[in-house]
């Protein structure tokens, strides 16, 4: 008999058939990387018992799990096939994580709830809390797994996750499986003490174990107690499972160079799969030859599962763009909404009116951000009123932390809640960036459509507000950069309103800017729309129309083209303004239509002039619509400078009526 206590002898043999197959897997995998029929593998060799005692603990397919890239053993525990590892590891159309899209070992298995990972490490554990998030406000029992080796505790992400997990009491277990080494980086360079676990002591409700993750029993039983109590409401858990890792941290890496031949010969003598088969062995619960036949049946599996996968037809590159949306944003039509001269709105009021009316409709409609809820409503009361009206779980505030608050909406809305979350200042946006661009935007496309996190993140941007360098950055141009995000950028209340409803109902992320200087001037005033109406996204306005030089731009400088339209108007110069309430999609035909009878372009924007979006719109003119054009394409943005605090030195930087009008002047002489 063996010493197990909760793991019965009739589970000992399905455990070391996962446990060889993974180990199989490992050494398929690198003969096939050898072949160069693939290019990358990270191996799972030395971890497959704390692996397999966290997937038999949990309950696939209910429990939500975040694994991280050497987590083989793991999801072979929660179902995933040989089969499917083999497709995902030779990048084939039928690849259940990514249809060949991201490397190997990037898990995702819609089927079995778990989550479409990518590289970036650490970046999971935040999305892993939102999922919990949203598992606790619907009143489930299931339990989040997510895991990661010890080095991707450096990450702030961690301790955020941590934070929230802990604040909340959500039902979240952070699976740490420590093998010593951030690649080639030893733990003692790595924490400011002998593990994480002494690093998160202070956390209140949080529930630490740190244990033998060669030890099946011993992880078997505390990742079964961890998630009890996570189901009894008592918190979130951190393990950390001591591993060793038998293979070098990837194909891509030679741990000879810095470990000694003396450090990888003890860690063979303690490798989880030896044990388990000398214990099988010695129990009488398989014969030798019973565990020859076994290791012959899986060796075979595999090699029949390779040469299915290798046979297996590639991604078609036909379809390489499938999945960036929804679904392809086409051409639309507004609905014009009665304009009342007498009854006018301020855009911060038609900002709040919209939330409102969506938060009404919609039950799984959450917003929260820093400040959001009242007393205070945001820094420029957007949000002003809402809580107090829909009460704390549905408008709240976050932590003050940019990544937090966009990796939990990532797991909120992988659940069906339709996060709103707000990121006080452009200029701090920054912290949250590794979520934005390599999760929020990649979700659908690199899970081919599995998975998709629809979500809004409102941003407050720009100048003219004697905010100097961290009150006024402009951020469109870096983030039309990214594919898989939309982009709005309204000008007047109406827009801003319809604008923001479209959003929320959009399928896919959109990144919606407010200029602060906007929100209350009277010129951004119009009647408010009712609260059915929608503005489609790619439908730039006229403003103004002309027939000597089109004038694109959005946002405040809308309102400084005006008015530098008017004055050119008395000297005999006719000038359209197109604003173009969207930077992706981009409304070229209404562009390409103005510069037919117009034939010159002038593009305005508040960004920096190096690399600024008006080089988007320039090339574009350039290339799609050269015939049309009788003048070289002028721009008119800011310096390639900061913003400056002091009022007089802000003027010097960003774009000015003057220039503007000198510009006009210029392409009307050409």
């Excluded at 981009?586 to 034939?599: C, I, Q």
Aim: glycine share 8%.
């Amino acid at each position: 008999m063996t010493r197990y206590k909760s793991i019965s002898n009739k589970d000992l043999v399905p455990i070391y058939r996962l446990m060889y197959t993974s180990r199989l897997l490992d050494e398929k995998m690198l003969i096939l990387l050898r072949q160069g029929k693939s290019y990358f593998h990270i191996g799972a060799a030395g971890h497959e018992a704390a692996q397999i005692a966290a997937g038999m603990a949990l309950h696939p397919g209910s429990d939500w799990a975040f694994p991280y890239y050497r987590d083989l053993a793991f999801v072979l525990s929660w179902g995933t096939t040989v089969e499917e590892i083999l497709l995902n590891f030779l990048a084939r159309r039928e690849d259940p994580s990514s249809a060949g899209r991201q490397m190997p070992q990037h898990y995702g298995h819609k089927k079995l709830n778990i989550v479409s990972q990518s590289s970036p490490t650490g970046s999971q554990y935040l999305q892993a809390v939102g999922v919990a998030m949203a598992g606790k406000r619907l009143g489930t029992s299931e339990v989040v797994y997510v895991s990661s080796g010890e080095g991707a505790t450096s990450q702030g992400d961690f301790y955020e996750a941590i934070n929230w997990a802990t604040r909340d009491k959500l039902p979240v277990l952070f699976f740490i499986q420590d093998n010593h080494y951030a690649i080639s980086v030893p733990s003692s360079q790595q924490t400011a003490g002998t593990s994480v676990y002494e690093m998160v002591m202070g956390y209140k409700s949080l529930h630490r174990h740190c244990v033998d993750g060669l030890d099946l029993e011993q992880t078997y039983q505390t990742v079964q107690h961890c998630a009890h109590i996570a189901r009894q409401g008592e918190g979130p858990s951190l393990i950390v499972a001591r591993t060793v890792r038998l293979l070098s941290h990837s194909s891509s890496d030679d741990h000879r160079k810095y470990r000694s031949a003396g450090d990888l010969e003890e860690e063979l003598k303690v490798d989880p799969l030896g044990n388990l088969q000398q214990k099988l062995l010695s129990a009488g619960i398989l014969s030798p030859e019973a565990v020859a036949e076994l290791e012959s049946g899986i060796r075979l599996q595999i090699d029949r599962a390779a040469a299915m996968a290798e046979a297996a037809p590639s991604a078609d590159p036909a379809s390489v763009r499938d999945h960036l949306f929804a679904t392809p944003y086409g051409p639309h039509t507004v609905t014009p909404f009665p304009d009342d001269d007498t009854q006018k709105i301020v855009m911060v009021d038609a900002l709040n009116h919209a939330l409102a009316e969506e938060l009404a409709a919609n039950d799984k409609l959450l917003i929260y951000g820093q400040d959001v809820a009242d007393d205070k409503g945001g820094v420029f009361t957007v949000t002003k009123g809402l809580s107090t009206r829909f009460g704390p779980e549905r408008v709240f505030n976050s932590p003050l932390a940019e990544s937090s608050i966009i990796g939990t909406a990532i797991g909120l809305a992988l659940r069906g809640f339709k996060p709103v979350v707000e990121i006080q200042f452009a200029d701090y946006i920054w912290t949250a960036m590794m979520q934005i661009r390599n999760e929020v935007a990649t979700m659908r496309w690199r899970s081919a459509g599995q998975f998709s996190v629809p979500m809004v993140i409102r941003v407050p941007v720009g100048g003219y507000i004697h905010g100097g360098l961290c009150h006024s950055q402009n951020i469109e141009a870096f983030f039309a950069h990214i594919p898989g995000l939309y982009i709005v950028f309204p000008s007047t209340a109406a827009d801003a309103k319809g604008l923001l409803k479209e959003a929320i109902h959009q399928p896919d992320p959109v990144l919606f800017l407010e200029h602060k200087g906007l929100y209350r001037q009277s010129f951004a005033m119009t009647a408010e729309p009712g609260a059915d109406y929608r503005l489609p996204f790619g439908v730039a306005a006229v403003r103004r129309p002309g027939v000597d030089v089109t004038v694109v731009t959005y946002g405040l400088l809308v309102y400084k083209a005006l008015q530098v339209a008017a004055t050119l108007a008395d000297q005999g110069i006719d000038v359209e303004i197109i604003d173009l309430r969207t930077i992706y999609p981009l409304d070229k035909e209404t562009l390409f239509a103005s510069l037919e009878k117009t034939g010159r372009l002038l593009v305005l924007h508040e960004d920096t002039l190096t690399a600024g979006f008006g080089a988007e719109i320039a090339a574009i003119a350039a290339r799609e619509a050269f015939t049309s054009l009788d003048a070289p394409v002028m721009r008119v943005a800011a310096l390639d400078t900061p913003i400056p605090y002091n009022w007089d030195l802000e003027a010097a930087v960003l774009p000015q009526n003057w220039h503007i009008e000198t510009a006009i002047q210029e392409l009307v002489g050409f």
